[in-house]
DNA sequence: AAGCAGGAGAGGT
DNA sequence: ACCTCTCCTGCTT
């Protein structure tokens, strides 16, 4: 999702440490109304809310949620104005928001605070949202994972291993279309991926909260194509994952600069005005490159070749100053 | 070593 | 036809 940076720390900075269920679970309510047991998509996912859920990250976000349920801000970190990608939200400090219920029991005067609790908490799903639809239009998958083929559901895990540094899991859930995976519990996750399972589980839930909330606010919208959050890519000329042609390969990277809190790390602008970037991380973009177009063995190598290939068409080209990594849009956004 | 430039052929749409 | 991937050689930083 959000954090691409992925790849560089074990741990994203700025990524929110979350069990899975709380955040969506209140967004979700938050939406649908609180009717319980009502905002868990299809196949009742595990029902987590007990059980010392695997942590998992959320990008953007400078404050952790520990396995004890405790909100806690993380240490500061040193932000320049230039690198927006890492200068995080700061959230309010939220100190305690045990999992066990403890909402119930607050008093009346603290009820502002509740309601900044979900205030931040729906911010937190809204980030989440759009992470998602970040990572559909970048896969060329469906937001709900039902509706994901086998392919589809291979590069959501190259993805999602990448996004969070998890172990590999192979070929352990081969052959598996979308609906199989949404079928199966964290248990089984857990044995087909010892080490991966339960954080892909979680993550699929997600994913399938999200679709199911956007089932629920707007019943066509399924498809990444139909979303139409604030920021969406729809600004973009050629929406390049709507337009049912391949995503070219300049789309592809101004969408990861049009996202400079997913993939500021990895690509960025250094004169946005003159189209002028640099890619920050070549090995980083070129296996999100790979993994976009099916081709595991991209690299760097091979993705600078077909910027090359721009020079004459007049889509890319070198600046005049010429630098390592640096290219520039000939026409610019 | 990593990046850059560009030729050439293959393959997919 | 067009775009990209892949492999390549040679050059530059």
Avoid at 171 to 182: D, K, N, S, V
Wanted: overall charge negative; charged content about 25%; aromatic content about 8%.
């Amino acid at each position: 999702m959000g954090s691409a940076s992925p790849g560089l720390n074990a741990a994203p900075p700025g990524c929110l440490l979350l069990p899975p269920d709380t955040v969506l679970r209140s967004g979700l309510e938050k939406v649908a109304g609180p009717e319980k047991g009502d905002w868990s998509p299809s196949p009742p996912a595990t029902p987590t809310s007990e059980q010392a859920l695997p942590t998992f990250y959320l990008s953007d976000f400078d404050m952790l949620y520990t396995e004890d349920g405790t909100w806690v801000a993380k240490g500061p970190e040193a932000s320049g104005r230039e690198e927006p990608s890492e200068e995080p939200e700061q959230c309010p400090v939220i100190d305690s928001q045990a999992p066990g219920g403890s909402l119930d029991l607050v008093p009346a005067g603290l009820a502002l605070e509740e309601h900044s609790l979900e205030q931040v908490q729906s911010m937190v799903v809204g980030e989440v949202l759009k992470d998602i639809e970040t990572a559909c239009k970048l896969l060329n998958i469906a937001a709900d994972p039902v509706d994901w083929s086998p392919s589809n559901v291979q590069k959501w895990l190259l993805w999602t291993e990448h996004q969070y540094r998890l172990p590999p899991v192979g070929t352990a859930f081969q052959e598996l279309g979308g609906r199989e995976l949404c079928c199966m519990s964290e248990e089984q996750f857990r044995q087909r991926s010892p080490l991966g399972g339960e954080v892909l589980h979680a993550h699929l839930d997600i994913w399938k909260s999200a679709a199911w909330m956007k089932e629920r606010t707007s019943p066509r919208a399924i498809h990444c194509c139909a979303s139409t959050s604030e920021d969406s890519w729809a600004h973009s000329e050629v929406d390049s994952s709507c337009s049912g042609q391949p995503i070219h390969l300049w789309q592809f990277l101004r969408e990861l600069l049009l996202k400079p809190h997913s993939y500021g790390r990895l690509i960025r602008w250094l004169n946005k005005d003159k189209g002028i970037f640099k890619i920050e991380d070549s090995a980083q973009v070129a296996r999100l490159w790979g993994i976009r177009k099916n081709r595991p063995a991209m690299n760097y190598d091979k993705l600078s070749r077909s910027i090359r290939q721009y020079y004459k068409k007049g889509i890319i080209r070198k600046p005049d100053i010429s630098q390592r990594l640096v290219y520039q849009f000939v026409h610019p956004i």
